[in-house]
């Protein structure tokens, strides 16, 4: 869609530049194209730069996603491994209240 309303802006401007011999209208038409024209060129840039240097929420995500998939496989740990404690049923029967 952004390149057919550059080339209706560009047509546009073109033609007002060309039209009529009232320069005023002409002038005023081919001013407003060409901002309409630049306006929809720094759209695009705004766009497509962050993708082309490598910053934007796409490429962070990317990035995590690498991330994730370069972590070793997680393992589950032994609980009766030397430092580690695990709670125990009581040894003695608690008198009921």
Do not use: K, N, Q, Y
Not at 70 to 78: C, E, G, K, S
């Amino acid at each position: 869609m952004a390149p057919i309303l550059r080339l209706i802006a560009v047509a546009g401007a073109v033609f007002a530049m060309l039209a009529g011999t009232a320069a005023e209208p002409a002038l005023l038409v081919g001013a407003l194209g060409t901002l309409v024209v630049a306006w929809a060129v720094a759209r695009e840039v705004a766009t497509v730069l962050p993708v082309l240097t490598g910053t934007g929420p796409v490429v962070a995500a990317r990035d995590h996603h690498r991330a994730l998939a370069r972590r070793p496989v997680p393992r589950h740990r032994d609980p009766d491994a030397p430092g580690h404690t695990r709670s125990r049923a009581p040894s003695e029967i608690l008198p009921a209240a």
